[in-house]
């Protein structure tokens, strides 16, 4: 092999170890930096979303069907799992093994302090509270002690509701019957005079209620105390349900009906992705932000008293509305940007500065093997300084030569190649001085002469 060929294959490998050398320290810095970032990042969002859903209750299967066919559209599945009403629904919400995320609940059925990791995501729609009776007409709950009483199914929102009511006018102890039926079974047993009172919660728009309201002898209750309901039960609304509503014809109902109406809520546990409780809230405004029987165009979803705390990604939605990012992008776009934006951080605080430091340091390498070359062609100078004879001139001027030859077998990367020509450059500067004074020297005595003969 050519001397040639071994210079420039030494020169290669002094390359790349001066590149590892640099380079190594700042990959294992930036390797740090976005490991510890990494730690921070927000997982994925799961694909499949567990939804609870009352059957009996508020047309919470509607509702479910809807947000289905929604959140299909990002990618996620929802799983509706039914359940027997809103206490159900919300103790199932409650246990964290029960695998349900969400759930559709009647305000008011289960406090705050019976499922500290529930959230609220805001309330869906009025669902008004029904109360159909037989007999003469009467204006309170109070009228009804002693009659048979169907409070709905076990578990409900709805039973949870009439017995709060109940209880609070004293109707709930004998002799006064209550049952528990089905809403389907209590409006059957109404029409056949089993029943002198049904409570049911269902939307306006119910088929099943505006049918039973046109049934000769059977009569909605018109709360007369429906302020004072509303001011000891604050998740209680009140609403008048105008005459003929219904049906304008047969002028259903035939009198303005004062109704009390809890509300329908989105409720979750406190771990939900933050990505899904956007996406759950776009999907009900999509859904319930139509003008119904009691409910005004944008109205819902809002962040009305549910008895739960509200999300922090409820509170921002309702201040805010839709994350920016959600707005121009696709859902999953999105959600991967909103997770990988932290990486920003050690890119902007390690790598960018890494970027200028790291040619620094190679440059500092490179030239350091010249640098300490400086401090032989500083020591020559200053023995020049302190007038030497010709013997010690002799010798500086061969350690001068010595310390070139040296210089001009480091490997040097040609873009650094300057530095090098440079030193020669210095050392021909000292070698001119030195040779000057050579000239000027004076010469050795004879018996010094022989001496050194």
Known sequence: MKKTDLIKAQLRRTIRRDLWLTLGPAIALIGIAFAVTFYFVKPAPPKTLVIATPQDEGGFRYYARKYEAILARDGIKLEVRPTKGSVTSIEMLADENSGVDVAFVQSGTVSAEKAASVVSLGS?????????????????????????????????????????????????????????????????????????????VSPAESPAIQKLAAVPGIHMLSFARADAYTRRFTYLTRHVLPRGVFDLAADVPAEDVTVLTPTANLVAKDTLHPALAYLLL???????????????????PAPLETGFPLSSEARRYYESGVPLLQRYLPFWAANLVDRLWVMLVPIIAVVVPLFRAVPALFLWRVRSRIVRWYARLKEIELQLDENPDRETLGDMLRRLDEAEREVNRIPMPLSYSENLYYFREHIDVVRRRLLRRLADAPPPLAHEAQAVG
């Open 124 to 200: 869906l729609s009025y669902v008004p509270l029904w109360v159909f009776y037989r007999g003469e007409p009467i204006e309170d709950v109070r009228a009804l002690r002693g009659r048979r009483i169907s409070v709905g199914p076990e578990e409900s929102g709805t039973r949870s509701l009439a017995l709060t009511m109940l209880k609070a006018n004293k109707v709930d102890e004998a002799p006064t019957q209550l049952v528990s039926l089905g809403r389907e079974e209590s409006i059957e047993q109404l029409k056949q005079e089993k029943l002198d009172a049904v409570f049911l």
């Open 282 to 300: 776009r999907a009900a405004s999509e859904v319930h932000g139509s003008a119904g029987m009691l409910d005004k165009t944008g109205e819902f």
